[in-house]
């Protein structure tokens, strides 16, 4: 090229030049394809088009969970709970939430001592799900019974002087390394994405705690650790132990919050916030009190047993009624099902919610949920009721 035909090129308009680039090339060669006009590769869009959740960071770490998460306390075994779900329904289930995208599975050893566990292990299995494309998160410290009908929860003494159960559970060395290794046996994987402590345990040195924790992330048998249900000291204290050894520290909190039950506002929620630690709490519709009205409660397995077996919980009494009521009254008025008014309170206020499907009609109504906000009046309204509570949930 003359210097005058360069001078020429160069001034032309980037959508000329690049034409003028291509009608010089082989013939042979495809014509580039410009952004405006790109397609998605067919599988990213498959898989783009069938995600139907929001993914959110959990806390300040990287690891990021679905909204919801998919609680698996309702699978097992009924004759460890009557209201359990067997194998052959809660499989479907699983199946369904990874379709939509539904991925973060959060489970604990007890629930249907390790019947839950089992059954996460043999959907990924079944279903074939790459163990990488669902974070699964479990938790420790309850005793897991040799049978069935050997529930932790009601037989606390006689596990306690079993000879069979010691070191069996507990937050001491022992007790972690021997309940992770039979997690990962029930689960069927090599590690688990987030191990949870269940409750706080007193009786065991906290730095031996923070210490074996730290020690199972550094094998990479867990990726992650988080906390459940405790005092907000007890939790602060655990994580000024790791911070000052320079041990791991929680990433989440997993406790007892919704819009009847808000004691957590007080220490536990505000230092998660101002530390960083994301919160996934249990019970968001407080067992399904805030999914329907105060008349049909008791119309599944699980509410007519708290129905009939826990008179006056929270959900039962005023002014927890007259809260339901005004969920209603909101639900109507934006014609929402009354779990994403209750939804929609909390999603604004924490990482991800913990909610259990028995269908796959309730997981396409609570990813529905997402993106749905109330307005400052509304919160006002729900929330200008509430009295305080007796604590709950940390025993």
Not at 6 to 26: D, V
Not at 73 to 78: A, E, L, P, T, Y
Not at 83 to 90: K, P, Q, T, V
Not at 225 to 243: K, L
Request: aromatic share 10%.
């Amino acid at each position: 090229k003359t210097p005058q035909e360069l001078a020429n090129r160069s001034q032309q308009p980037i959508s000329s030049t690049f034409h003028y680039i291509s009608s010089t090339n082989s013939s042979s060669k495809p014509e580039p394809t410009t952004m405006a006009s790109k397609e998605l590769p067919a599988r990213l869009k498959e898989g783009l088009d069938s995600t139907k959740v929001e993914y959110r960071q959990l806390g300040k770490s990287g690891l990021r969970v679905s909204v919801p998460i998919f609680g698996c306390m309702s699978f097992g075994d009924s004759r460890t709970l009557g209201w359990a779900l067997d194998e052959d329904e809660a499989l479907p289930l699983l199946k369904a939430a990874y379709d939509r995208g539904l991925n973060t599975w959060d489970t604990a050893n007890v629930y249907s001592n390790g019947a839950s566990e089992v059954t996460i292990g043999k959907a990924l299995k079944k279903y074939n799900i790459p163990r990488e494309k669902v974070v699964i998160l479990t938790k420790l410290f309850f005793a897991v019974g040799e049978e069935p009908e050997a529930r932790h929860f009601s037989y606390r003494e006689e596990f306690q002087r079993s000879k069979d159960y010691q070191n069996q559970w507990g937050l001491s060395r022992g007790a972690i390394f021997n309940q992770v290794e039979a997690s990962l046996k029930r689960l069927d994987t090599p590690y688990i994405d987030l191990l949870q402590i269940h409750r706080f345990d007193p009786s065991t040195p906290i730095e031996e705690t923070m210490k074996a924790l730290h020690d199972l992330v550094l094998t990479g048998k867990v990726r992650y650790i988080g906390a459940s249900s405790m005092w907000g000291t007890q939790f602060a204290q655990m994580q000024f132990v790791a911070e000052r050894n320079g041990w791991t520290k929680f990433v989440s909190m997993q406790n007892q919050y919704n819009l009847l039950y808000r004691e957590e506002e007080r220490e536990m929620n505000r230092f998660c916030n101002d530390t960083g630690v994301g919160l996934i709490p249990w019970a968001p519709l407080c067992r399904g009190h805030l999914a329907r009205p105060p008349k049909d409660f008791g119309t599944t397995s699980r509410s007519k047993g708290e129905k009939e077996g826990q008179p006056g919980s929270h959900g039962t009494v005023e002014p927890d009624l007259t809260i339901i009521k005004r969920v209603q009254e909101i639900a109507e008025k934006r014609g929402w099902p009354m779990a994403h008014v209750a939804l929609a309170w909390i999603n604004k206020r924490i990482t991800s919610p913990i909610i259990g499907f028995s269908s796959v009609d309730r997981i396409d109504q609570a990813i529905t949920a997402d993106g749905k906000v109330l307005t400052d009046e509304e919160e006002k309204y729900l929330e200008e009721l509430y009295q305080p509570k007796a604590i709950s949930g940390h025993s």
